[in-house]
């Protein structure tokens, strides 16, 4: 799936767990790095994606 924005993934892969309890709620708490760099506090509709981009969903480790 291309997308075109971080907003644009989030809605999709959204869409296709739509039946899974807690999972926004789980991306939510994810830091999210686009080819390894921290997206932050950005907002994902500014993030744009380009291809061969990687996202990756860090979810909060244990200990900090």
Do not use: Q
């Amino acid at each position: 799936m291309a997308a075109s924005t971080l907003a644009v993934l989030l809605a999709e892969i959204s869409r296709r767990h739509a039946d899974r309890d807690r999972f926004d709620d789980v991306i939510d708490m994810c830091s999210i790095l686009v080819s390894e760099v921290p997206v932050g506090a950005k907002d994902p509709a500014t993030v744009v994606l380009r291809p061969g981009d990687s996202v990756e969903f860090l979810p909060p480790f244990a200990g900090g």
